[in-house]
């Protein structure tokens, strides 16, 4: 799904949406990756206010912003899909998919990154250390 930018000819588009039918509750939960995969320029990074713009954009929309980093959602998905039945049963009351998952892990805390620090990570191949190998 495609959001209009006020003033910019540019869209945003969310990893993935999340709609709760009975309170209306969406969600864009973004996956925020150190750096992209064919350049290896910096991404996502906490010394630069993109993201930070852009999660007012959805807020301002009456949307909730989560926000993973990709090696949670790689190494940990079912402990990421518990934090955000965790987050749907605190903001709405419903907790019928927190129940099921509640005895997983809590997803691990991962240290958001600088420039500086995403681009050491892919001169290093960071992302290659958890992403699955593609098969021939």
Not at 39 to 46: A, F, Q, V
Not at 109 to 121: G, H, I, P, V, Y
């Amino acid at each position: 799904m495609e959001f209009e930018i006020p003033g910019s000819s540019r869209r945003y588009s969310a990893d993935f949406i999340l709609y709760h039918r009975f309170s209306g509750l969406t969600l864009d939960i973004e996956i925020d990756e150190p750096y992209t995969g064919d350049t290896g320029k910096p991404h996502h990074c906490i010394d630069v206010d993109d993201d930070k713009i852009r999660n007012r954009f959805f807020l301002e929309r009456n949307w909730g912003v989560v926000r993973f980093a990709e090696v949670q959602v790689v190494r940990h998905p079912w402990s990421c899909c518990k934090a955000i039945a965790q987050i749907i049963a605190r903001l709405t009351g419903d907790d019928s998919v927190f129940i099921l998952l509640q005895r997983l892990a809590d997803v691990p805390l991962q240290k958001r990154w600088t420039k500086r620090e995403a681009r050491l990570m892919a001169k290093n191949n960071y992302r290659q250390s958890y992403l699955p190998k593609m098969g021939k």
